[in-house]
């Protein structure tokens, strides 16, 4: 009986500690993997764009005229962009610190404009999209808008990109 019982715990113990390291390291990467859900950054906007030439039925000279649209869109917009990371940085580093009302409001207007510049650019964007289209896809292209600025706006925030939700 002694033989047999010291076989079992020979074998089970270490089956357990890999179990119990399994288990750990599975939870580690639950800690760590990324967010599921909207997407982010180039992901986001390649699902938008994805959206649109499947809806609107873009054909090929279409589709080519509106990634080069995308490419320029994007360009445009890069510097503006960093700009606001920066401004973000440095309003959320004066945060807590007394004095600094006066500087944190001109900051916080500065970013205001920023974000005034996105919008104007985006409305020339999808008006520049609506001139390639035909009748039927504007009709179907207004109808989508609503959706596209939703996925849109949903991930706006410093940096163009809404931080992700914290874990509960």
Request: charged share 25%.
């Amino acid at each position: 009986m002694a033989t047999s019982q010291h076989k079992w715990q020979k074998w089970s113990v270490p089956l357990l500690m890999g179990l119990n390291l399994l288990f750990l390291a599975f939870m580690l990467w639950q800690q760590f993997k990324p967010e599921e859900g909207p997407q982010r950054g180039p992901q986001k906007g390649r699902a938008i764009e994805k959206l649109l030439v499947k809806e609107l039925a873009l054909n090929e000279t279409q589709t080519a005229e509106y990634k080069a649209m995308i490419k320029e869109h994007q360009s445009r917009n890069r510097t503006s962009h960093q700009k606001l990371r920066r401004l973000m940085d440095k309003q959320i580093s004066l945060m807590g610190q007394a004095g600094v009302e006066d500087e944190i409001d001109l900051i916080a207007q500065e970013i205001g404009g920023i974000h005034a510049d996105l919008i104007r650019s985006n409305a020339e964007h999808f008006a520049e999209l609506r001139e390639i289209l035909n009748p039927e896809q504007q009709e179907k292209f207004q109808g989508l808008l609503k959706e596209v600025m939703g996925k849109m706006g949903r991930q706006m925030g410093p940096g163009g990109h809404r931080p992700p939700p914290p874990r509960h």
